[in-house]
């Protein structure tokens, strides 16, 4: 009866280096969104999928930032070339139900 | 452009007292959706409450209510008796009720409001 998982929760990376985020959607769950949220601030958006297609990417800060979910299920938030600005926790949401999304734990990132 | 503002970025209350977290929105849109969110130090965001913009009746849930009121935008949540446990960052969000193909949209985040709850 799993909620949104992710991993890590907890990710170092020396800057410069790639990293890849995982995120596993409530089963069933036709929508994933991915979410950057700064430390003191609230949750804001990077990018949209229903099932594999990625239908807005528009929050994406960068283009060292990528994301994809190939198969409709599992997504992977991909940041290239990481910055120390790219520190943050990033949250990943599934939905069934057109407007009430349930989110994972996140995964901190600490760029150094 | 929407909007949320949440003007109170810290409150301290003692357990048992009664608390009040604002929301204020803007949007442009006649259908929108409202949510509050806590996010505890475990650091999930847990789902309280959806209302939409068409139903501004008033609701409770145990010791939680909340009070929309369209006139003067705003999504206002009420803890009462608090306790301990309610110690988080509660969150209030938006979202225009386009959903993109009816399987949901992102949403607009106030700032948070940290919630302390003093034993």
């Known amino acids: 009866g799993a909620g949104v998982s992710q991993s890590p929760r907890y990710k170092v990376a020396k800057r410069g280096q790639d990293v890849a985020l995982r995120c596993d959607p409530i089963s069933g769950h036709v929508s994933l969104f991915w979410y950057q949220q700064a430390l003191g601030q609230g949750p804001e958006f990077l990018t949209y999928f229903q099932n594999e297609a990625q239908l807005d990417k528009s929050g994406l800060p960068s283009d060292r930032f990528f994301a994809e979910r190939p198969e409709g299920s599992v997504s992977t938030l991909k940041i290239q070339r990481t910055q120390q600005e790219d520190s943050a926790v990033y949250l990943c949401?599934?939905?069934?139900?057109?407007?009430?999304?349930?989110f994972g734990p996140g995964t901190r990132l600490t760029v150094l | 452009a929407q909007k949320v503002t949440q003007a109170q970025t810290e409150i301290s209350v003692v357990e048992k007292e009664d608390v009040t977290l604002d929301c204020v929105y803007e949007t442009r849109d006649t259908t929108y959706y409202l949510f509050w969110y806590k996010q505890p130090p475990s650091g999930e965001l847990v789902f309280l409450i959806r209302?939409?913009?068409?139903?501004?009746q008033n609701e409770i849930s145990g010791r939680y209510s909340w009070n929309f009121q369209k006139s003067t935008s705003s999504f206002n949540f009420t803890i009462t008796a608090s306790q301990v446990v309610d110690s988080a960052v509660y969150f209030c969000?938006?979202?225009?009720?386009?959903?993109?193909?009816?399987?949901?949209?992102?949403?607009?985040f106030g700032p948070g409001t940290r919630l302390s709850v003093l034993p």
């Open positions: 949401a599934s939905s069934l139900d057109p407007d009430t999304q349930y």
């Open positions: 209302r939409n913009s068409f139903d501004e």
């Open positions: 969000a938006l979202s225009d009720g386009i959903t993109r193909d009816n399987y949901g949209q992102n949403f607009v």
